[in-house]
């Protein structure tokens, strides 16, 4: 037997840590590769399932498009709704600067953990046409059961948590030591935060606010309750789907899918390349 | 502030634990009483049931969805303890289930439909035959806290004309609730009883249009209109003073309601010439438009393809007698159950429980 032919053992270990290393790594691309196809299967099953010529037929049927004109609209005026009253409430969340701070935020995750159906039901209760709000509303011409107004109420409500609890995570990864910096300097809060806090959580902001836009633009479950008028696409696809089955329904998904998916996928992109400059 | 070490910590923490009868694996205790309780209800269950011992296979039932509760709730487990077999259910509208079965997108064993004309189109590929054993009829839910509640009392009644609930409706302001007509079934039944109405008492030409708030009957655009499932709830919430309703939604939800008479009422199969005089143009979502009329709300009950054992155990047992009697108690009125179509496709089984 000869000793001298044998690898040292540090060697032979090295070299099994390699195989393992690699192994293991084969068995993470594997697995994320399985759940990754999984998450898209409906994804790619929409699109085996459709053909030019129906997705064609059915958009041009005179109208067909007014849904998503609806919710475009209606997701824009939701996402203004959001800048202006969800990021005070993130900024304050992430500071801790409000009395009681668990109790506001479980607040939010109340209304993250009621099923968007139940928050419909709410609603009713809360701004039909006899409640407090509901007459009020009423004595300017408005309401908000199933007007515009609704719609716009019923997608603050599914959106909102996801906004406020993103907008409040890019505010806490903020350094306070940066912003503490900048007033020593002499900056007054406002600018602080116009020049410091801001563009530090912007690509985080972003992300938010794109998670709300798609929340807001497939909402469902509450809008169905108080605002089944006017029809946004999701409204569109249930409507189809009941009247005249899927074949005819699933070219509003992808429109669904088409008008929903871009902002969130360019605010992850531009949201990436700025952690990245930064790191670099 | 004196600091505990670390070990000295764990040491207290763990003898804590121990001092409260709680260990290491707290959840160990709980999670193993939660399924040694699971596995002796499974094991009772699978005693009691005769399914697990007797017959196999589970009735797959699609209907109409004004039978959700009754068949949810009271007929399936009935159904499933006098028989053994299983039961699964779809509630949708009857349209929308007619479509589903056509393009193969379910494939229930049972069909129950409001109305024939849902599974004509269906004939002769996967059925060849109906039976007709149940109807029921429009009525008026209304919100007895709503501020023309003592009117509504006295039109059902009887102690008002109930023509009076036809001009009461036509009120500005006057919150009504209906679904929509160009996907729901109630909600063309709604209009249909509108027009009969105005042709029966002889109101002003335009008192459907003027209690509708538009002259397109058929269009889902209006305030008026709410999804089925929502539609009912906010009546109960109190944010609506009446609503489009079948007696037996009303019956089952203990939803206030008024009578009409069966001239408009849609539940009368001996008045279907005089119900499809009341029609709708409805514009379905992708569809041309189409006009629909009135017909008598009668529930069809039929088997889809090829008859299995728990398919027809289930029609069997909707037209028993104990079948029939939970109709009866839902408000339905009960109709003879005779064969439309090839009753040589019958299954002997159903045709049995007709006494031929």
Same mark, same amino acid.
């Given at each position: ?30 697995? *994320?590769? +399985? ?7 409906? #994804? ?27 919710? #475009? ?21 992430? /500071? ?11 607040? #939010? ?85 116009? /020049? ?22 497939? *909402?469902?479950?509450? #809008? ?57 | 502030?004196?600091?505990?070490? @670390? ?14 009868? /709680?260990?290491? @694996? ?125 009117d509504f009392k006295a039109y059902a009644d009887g102690s008002k004309p109930l023509k009076g609930l036809f001009t009461l409706m036509e009120t500005p302001g006057f919150k009504l609730g209906r679904t929509d007509p160009n996907i729901d079934p109630q909600g063309r039944d709604f209009i249909y009883m509108l027009e009969l109405a105005q042709m029966y008492y002889h109101l002003p030409k335009d008192t459907v249009s003027k209690i509708l708030g538009t002259t397109d009957t058929g269009t889902s655009s209006s305030s008026q209109i709410f999804a089925e499932s929502s539609l009912d709830a906010t009546l109960q919430s109190g944010q609506l003073d009446a609503s489009s309703a079948f007696i037996t939604q009303a019956v089952e ?68 007698? *104990? ?5 009866? @108690? ?8 005779? +064969? ?5 496709? +019958? ?10």
């Amino acid at each position: 037997m000869s000793w001298a032919a044998s690898p040292p053992a540090h060697v032979a270990g090295s070299a099994l840590r390699r195989t393992v290393r690699s192994a293991s790594g084969v068995a993470s691309l594997a697995g *994320a590769a +399985v759940i990754w196809v999984a998450l898209l299967g409906p #994804v790619i099953t929409l699109l085996a399932h459709l053909s030019w010529p129906q997705v064609s037929a059915a958009l041009s049927v005179p109208g067909a498009l007014d849904p998503l004109a609806v919710s #475009v609209e209606s997701g824009a005026i939701t996402l203004g709704v959001l800048l202006v009253l969800g990021t005070p409430l993130a900024w304050t969340l992430a /500071r801790g600067s409000l009395p009681f701070p668990r109790f506001w935020e479980a607040g #939010v995750l109340c209304s993250l953990l009621l099923p968007p159906l139940v928050i419909g039901l709410l609603l009713i209760f809360m701004v039909g046409p006899y409640t407090p709000i509901g007459e009020l509303l009423g004595h300017v011409h408005l309401s908000a059961t199933n007007t515009f107004l609704a719609l716009v109420i019923a997608e603050v409500y599914e959106s909102a948590p996801y906004y406020v609890l993103g907008a409040q995570a890019a505010f806490a990864a903020v350094e306070p030591a940066i912003e503490e910096q900048a007033a020593l300097l002499g900056d007054r809060p406002s600018r602080v935060a116009r /020049r410091v806090s801001l563009p530090l959580a912007a690509p985080g902001l972003a992300m938010a606010l794109a998670v709300a836009w798609a929340r807001a633009m497939g *909402a469902f479950g509450a #809008v169905v309750i108080i605002a089944y008028h006017p029809f946004g696409i999701p409204l569109q696809i249930w409507t189809t789907l009941q009247e005249t089955g899927l074949p005819t329904a699933l070219p509003f998904a992808l429109v669904l899918l088409v008008v929903a998916l871009p902002l969130p996928l360019a605010a992850y992109i531009w949201s990436a390349r700025a952690r990245g400059r930064r790191r670099g | 502030m004196t600091a505990i070490p @670390r070990r000295s910590a764990r040491t207290t923490i763990d003898s804590l634990a121990s001092a409260t009868g /709680r260990g290491r @694996r707290p959840w160990r205790l709980p999670v193993l009483a939660i399924v040694c309780a699971g596995l002796a209800a499974a094991g009772c269950s699978s005693s009691s049931s005769p399914s697990a011992t007797a017959v196999q296979g589970t009735a797959s039932v699609a209907y109409a969805s004004s039978l959700t509760f009754l068949n949810e709730k009271v007929a399936a487990p009935a159904f499933t303890k006098a028989t053994g077999y299983g039961y699964t259910g779809r509630g949708d509208s009857s349209g929308a289930l007619e479509a589903d079965i056509a393009g193969k997108e379910i494939t229930p064993n049972v069909f129950e439909a409001v109305g024939g004309d849902n599974i004509t189109p269906l004939q002769p590929k996967f059925t060849k035959w109906y039976i007709p054993y149940a109807g029921t009829q429009m009525v008026v839910a209304y919100n007895p806290k709503s501020k023309y509640a003592s009117d509504f009392k006295a039109y059902a009644d009887g102690s008002k004309p109930l023509k009076g609930l036809f001009t009461l409706m036509e009120t500005p302001g006057f919150k009504l609730g209906r679904t929509d007509p160009n996907i729901d079934p109630q909600g063309r039944d709604f209009i249909y009883m509108l027009e009969l109405a105005q042709m029966y008492y002889h109101l002003p030409k335009d008192t459907v249009s003027k209690i509708l708030g538009t002259t397109d009957t058929g269009t889902s655009s209006s305030s008026q209109i709410f999804a089925e499932s929502s539609l009912d709830a906010t009546l109960q919430s109190g944010q609506l003073d009446a609503s489009s309703a079948f007696i037996t939604q009303a019956v089952e939800l203990h939803l206030p309601y008024i009578k009409l008479p069966a001239a408009i009422n849609l539940g009368d199969a001996s008045l279907a010439s005089q119900y499809a005089k009341a029609t709708v143009t409805i514009k379905p979502p992708g569809a041309p438009k189409t006009t629909k009329s009135g017909s008598p709300q009668v529930i069809d009950i039929t088997i889809i393809g090829k008859p299995t054992p728990a398919g027809i155990a289930f029609v069997k047992y909707t037209l028993s007698p *104990a079948g029939l009697a939970q109709y009866k @108690r839902g408000g339905f009125t009960l109709i003879t159950p005779t +064969v439309t179509g090839d009753s040589s496709a +019958v299954p002997s089984a159903v045709r049995s429980e007709l006494g031929g």
